[in-house]
Every structure is written in C-alpha cells, then in structure tokens.
C-alpha cells in the first residue's frame, strides 16, 4: 500500500517569496508517479506538476518546481514568486504505474496563505 | 472540448434517502476514478470503472454505496439510504487509458453531498 504523508498542516508565506511545501511517500513499488494539486476554495481539483519515479530531472511547470530526492523519498513543492492567487489547500498524491489503472493517494494536505 | 462534467454540484438529502452522483468524462475518455473528500480531509479513492466494468472498488464502503459506467450514458456513484456521515465532496476523474505509464486524470468540479 502506499502512503502520502504531508506534516504541515498550514504555511503562511509573503508575496513574491518562495514557498516549499512537503511531501514524504512510502511504497514498495519502483514504478510510480508523484503529483500536485491545488484546491482553491471554491473547491476544484487543479493539477500542478507531475514527477515520476524514473525521471532523472526534477520536474518543472512555470512557477511549480518538485524537489524531488528518491532516497529520502520526498517529492516537495517550491513555489516561487508566491501571488495572493495562491492562496489554497495544497495535496501531494501518488500513483503506481504497473498497470490495472492510476488510483490516487492523497495527502492530508497544506493550507498556504499568501500574505502582503 | 469539455472538461469532466459533474451533476448536481450541490444535493442535499435527508438521512435514509438515496442520492444519485453523475459523471460525465471527457470526450474520448473511457476509464473513471471517484474519490470522496470528507470535510477537512484529502482525496479517498472509492472505485474505478472502464465502459461496463468495475475494475477496482477496495475504496468503496461494502454497504449501500454503488457505481456502475453503462456503455452508454454518464458513470453513476449510487448511495442508499444516505446517513450524516456520507455528508462530503465526491470527485470524479477521467483518463483516457489505463496504468502502467502516466496518464493524466482529469478531475471533475465535485458533487457537494449535505445530508440533514
């Protein structure tokens, strides 16, 4: 089985500072794959970065960078430049991909505030 | 092309009735993911279905929760005898394949479910 475990439950950060927020994983698998989401308050799911387990370079998506560190089994997410917009909860979530479909497993999540 | 439709948004039933959760995946997608999210908590996977088929429901609570994905017509997630405690925001996501390589799952906007 597989486990998400995020251990900040909120982050306040100021305006145009950047931000990590942490992810640890735990599975036995050697094939998966590591994902951001972001929940504003209106609710939606909005998917951010993907990383997987086999890719050699961290990945990044604009602002959104995953560091990701394979021994230690993190996958945290910097966000730079933090804009008042990014104020929401945060989820880290895994897959594995062996076959017999991509089910997710979340994170219990961080709330970032971004202040002026 | 639109994105993965969700209806209602918002449904409020009394304890004892049954609510009915509709998912629509997007155009050319034919494999879906629900996930329910309890109030302050993240993601739980419940189940994932292809066109006819259950393929993996070890998220699903075993009584009175049920889902179905019909050759024709939009996924169904079918709750009887609804109590306070199914009261949460129920996702549904859509890939086009299944595992083994990364597929992106495209989430829904939810289905708020307040049971009085």
């Known amino acids: 089985a597989q486990k998400i475990t995020q251990t900040q439950p909120g982050m306040f950060v100021q305006e145009k500072e950047a931000v990590t927020l942490d992810c640890t994983y735990d599975t036995s698998d050697q094939s998966y794959g590591l994902f951001w989401y972001k929940q504003p308050s209106s609710g939606e799911m909005i998917f951010l970065i993907y990383q997987g387990s086999y890719d050699e370079q961290n990945a990044t998506e604009g602002r959104y960078s995953l560091n990701f560190q394979k021994a230690r089994k993190s996958a945290n997410l910097v966000i730079s430049a933090s804009q008042l917009g990014d104020s929401a909860m945060y989820f880290c979530?895994?897959?594995?991909?062996?076959?017999?479909?991509?089910?997710?497993?979340f994170g219990t999540g961080t709330q970032l505030k971004v202040e002026l | 092309n639109a994105g993965v439709m969700q209806n209602p948004r918002h449904l409020v039933r009394r304890r004892g009735q049954e609510a009915r959760l509709r998912c629509s995946p997007m155009k050319g997608h034919s494999h879906v993911y629900w996930y329910r999210q309890l109030p302050e908590e993240g993601l739980k996977f419940m189940v994932y279905l292809q066109k006819e088929n259950i393929i993996d429901e070890s998220g699903m609570p075993k009584e009175r929760f049920s889902a179905e994905f019909p050759k024709e017509g939009p996924s169904i997630l079918r709750i009887q005898q609804v109590v306070r405690g199914d009261s949460a925001a129920y996702f549904c996501?859509?890939?086009?394949?299944?595992?083994?390589?990364?597929?992106?799952?495209?989430f829904g906007p939810g289905t708020r479910l307040t049971v009085l």
């Open positions: 996501a859509s890939s086009v394949t299944e595992g083994g390589a990364y597929n992106e799952q495209f």
């Open positions: 979530a895994m897959t594995i991909l062996t076959g017999g479909g991509n089910k997710l497993t």
